[in-house]
């Protein structure tokens, strides 16, 4: 058996090579990061720190933000579907119905929201107690609710049927009977239900 021979060890100046080929690296790295950040800015697809500018006019909700306190002067006060006298859906400016949800107390309110199939239906969710999750079951809708925040996401339902909003975020001891039923309704058993 030969004798054991130890590793041969760098020297100082090998490793100031590999010292300084990682601070280039770095240097590169952030360098491209910044011209990344600064692309993104110039041609506008950073991401907004403000409320979709399309419900920016929305009575109550300022910038994406709402007082979880004081809901009654927010279009929250009513959940649900926005309608007209008549009980008609009515379609807002970007050519979606709105729709309010209000989390909290281990509910959804509305329960129970009936929507037109084919249609988009932009959903505007917050919560008045404490962090919840809402995910549309069958659809790619997820989303961290958090109180004084409103969360706007957009969704077609295709076919009618029956879809479920859950909350995916353990919120406490209630926490599994938070679901709303979504209730996606033909355009015939819409016609069909006005005129009965």
Not at 168 to 187: A, D, Q, W
């Amino acid at each position: 058996m030969g004798a054991d021979i130890p590793p041969a060890r760098l020297d100082h100046r090998a490793l100031e090579r590999y010292e300084t080929a990682w601070l280039g690296v770095a240097v590169v790295m952030t360098a491209l990061l910044f011209v990344g950040v600064l692309a993104s800015v110039v041609s506008g697809t950073y991401p907004s720190l403000k409320a979709d500018a399309g419900h920016a006019h929305v009575g109550g909700i300022v910038r994406g933000r709402v007082d979880p306190k004081n809901l009654a002067a927010t279009p929250f006060a009513k959940p649900g579907l926005v309608v007209d006298a008549s009980g008609q859906p009515v379609m807002n400016d970007q050519g979606t119905l709105d729709a309010y949800l209000v989390a909290g107390n281990f509910t959804f309110q509305p329960a129970v929201l009936r929507v037109p199939a084919g249609v988009p239906v932009t959903l505007h969710v917050t919560a008045t107690d404490v962090a919840h999750g809402f995910q549309v079951t069958g659809t790619n809708i997820n989303a961290e609710i958090l109180p004084g925040h409103v969360a706007s996401l957009t969704v077609t339902f295709r076919h009618p049927g029956e879809q479920h909003a859950i909350c995916n975020e353990y919120c406490g001891v209630g926490h599994h009977n938070m679901i709303t039923r979504f209730i996606v309704e033909s355009p015939t058993q819409s016609t069909t239900k006005e005129t009965k």
